[in-house]
């Protein structure tokens, strides 16, 4: 890994507030697309449920002053950083698509090019998979999170559910398992504009709990941008209130916790501490949480209970 992917935390911090300056300078419009699509290998990996927007809230800024997170237990360094940049480190994410049709699925297609300028094909898998692909739109509608099939060539092919019009982006979290990068996780993401009448959906105010299909959400943990903290998420049946104990692994945990930042769609994924281990997860869980600014983060946790994936969305204030 790179230094810049073991700075420290207070530089990190100092790091992050010139970043936080730079986006508020630089506030442009980047991101956008709409999707299509397809769907992934995995039952109910599609979650293209929430009415999406775009727009002016569609900004996207690439604070690459925020690049590289450093390592923290149970947790491998990630370069990349926020992963608002389609480079780090040697690799970069590349693809031939810019734009994506509205509202009819479509592929996307992608490949991860090496330090060596050949398109990278030996990945590790981290939670069961070799890539985890997420698109959000940028008013943090639209959140899907799939797993593209590879080629031999080294091409990925994602299949988005339909995605509405306005500004996108695609984010791709992998580790190589050969090479510079071997072991390092990467994170890295490109825009994509979906044409058509775009209209923003307003981020929803923060709150410390969502529902989701009969399911209520509660998370626990007062964050602050750049620091390592507890959050822990408790989950209950919103009927009566009953704890659930039933929840079942999904990606080799029992829930799988993404997070989108207000404004540029900086993007952290949020590591439970303890394994899956059979079909008996919950009420609680737990997970590192380290956000990279200050903030509205948009969070979707994914949990399968009863044998179908779910997800519950809220906004968490971060200081
Ligand atoms: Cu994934």
Known sequence: MSASSRISTAMRRRALAAAAAAVLAT????????????????????????????????????????????????????????????????YRLTSAATTLPAGTPAPYRFTVVGPDGRPVTAFRVDQTKRLHFYAIRSDLTGFQHLHPVMAQDGTWTARPAALAPGSWRMFAAF????????????????????????????????SATATADGYTVTVKGDLMAGMEH??????ATSKDGRPVTGLQPYL??????TAFHEGDAAFAHLHPTTAADGGHGGPDLSFHAELPKPGNWRMFLQFRAAGALHTAALTLRVS
Do not use: K
Request: hydrophobic fraction near 40%; charged fraction near 5%; include cysteine.
């Open 27 to 90: 506030t442009l419009a980047a991101c956008g697309s709409s999707g299509s699509g397809g769907h992934g290998a995995m039952p109910g990996t599609h979650h293209g449920a929430m009415p999406s927007a775009t727009g002016a809230a569609a900004a996207t800024a690439t604070a690459t002053a925020t690049s590289g997170m450093p390592g923290m237990p149970g947790m491998g360094a990630t370069a990349g950083g926020d992963g608002l940049s389609d480079h780090a480190d040697g």
């Open 175 to 206: 580790t190589p398992a050969a090479g510079p990068g071997a072991g390092t996780a990467f994170v890295l993401s490109r825009p994509v504009t979906v044409p058509g009448a775009a209209t923003a959906t307003p981020l929803p105010a923060a």
């Open 230 to 235: 507890p959050l822990t998420v408790h989950l």
């Open 252 to 257: 080799d945990s029992y829930a799988h916790l």
